[in-house]
């Protein structure tokens, strides 16, 4: 079974077009992410979700928009797609502190396979 | 959070051990050292994490000296497989939805070659 699953891997699609990204755990983790990887490789947080509540939004602008239906899933849907926001989008999960006190806890971080969005 | 500074690329001969250092100069007391692996077309995975001394587990080891303002990531013996892109991230592991988990940058490409 996956850990981290991630719908669809790839995604084409015309500027000024809205999609979504779907992410799902079954990891039991409260926490998860997501995060944009651009053509130079450099991975940068956009969101992260702690019991479907929004922890982190690293400036992201607002035709980003997270939906974490329950603890296991945390959606993607971006309005108004610009060429910018072409990348590859991984969804994670992680074990935090939250979760209960376990010194073999790495807080380590489940990473989906990416989904890759081209915005033409 | 404690930025982190880590070679763009190194090049590596099948066999050989890898070491690739970071610089963490700002290092808070509760952060701890974890590395993780992407191989293209694929999500990051965690390697090993370590808070002082030296870390060891069946795919690399961690070597943080005494003031652990670096560290070192060590692999024994490289393959062409081992050929990925390494981070190096520093920071409280554990905070809830934050902590390391925000900085990963660019990373180390370790490109292996025969």
């Known amino acids: 079974d996956t850990a981290v699953s991630q719908t669809p891997k790839y995604l084409v699609t015309q500027m000024g077009n809205d999609k979504s990204i779907k992410c799902e755990q079954n990891?039991?983790?409260?926490?998860m992410y997501w995060y944009k990887q651009d053509s130079k490789k450099f991975l940068k947080i956009m969101f992260s979700?702690?019991?479907?509540?929004?922890?982190i939004n690293e400036t992201v602008p607002n035709r980003f928009s997270p939906k974490s239906p329950d603890k296991a899933h945390l959606n993607l849907h971006i309005n108004s797609l610009e060429l910018g926001d072409s990348a590859v989008y991984f969804c994670?999960?992680?074990?935090?502190?939250?979760?209960?006190?376990?010194?073999?806890?790495?807080?380590?971080?489940?990473f989906g396979e990416g989904s890759r969005l081209t915005v033409l | 959070l404690a930025k982190t500074t880590q070679p763009i690329s190194m090049d590596s001969y099948e066999g050989q051990e890898v070491n690739i250092t970071c610089s963490h100069n700002?290092?808070?007391?509760?952060?701890?050292i974890t590395w993780y692996q992407q191989f293209p077309s694929q999500g990051p995975r965690f390697i090993i994490q370590?808070?002082?001394t030296k870390v060891t587990n069946e795919v690399a080891s961690l070597f943080i000296p005494a003031d652990r303002k670096s560290s070192t990531l060590s692999l024994p013996r490289v393959s062409l497989s081992d050929t990925a892109v390494y981070y190096c991230?520093?920071?409280?592991?554990?905070?809830?939805?934050?902590?390391?988990?925000?900085?990963f940058g660019t990373g180390t490409q370790l490109k292996v070659e025969l």
């Open positions: 994670a999960s992680s074990r935090d502190r939250t979760s209960g006190a376990n010194i073999a806890n790495t807080g380590e971080l489940f």
């Open positions: 990891l039991g983790h409260d926490t």
């Open positions: 979700y702690n019991n479907k509540e929004l922890i």
């Open positions: 700002n290092i808070a007391t509760n952060d701890y």
């Open positions: 370590g808070y002082k």
């Open positions: 991230l520093v920071g409280d592991p554990l905070v809830t939805g934050g902590g390391n988990k925000l900085t």
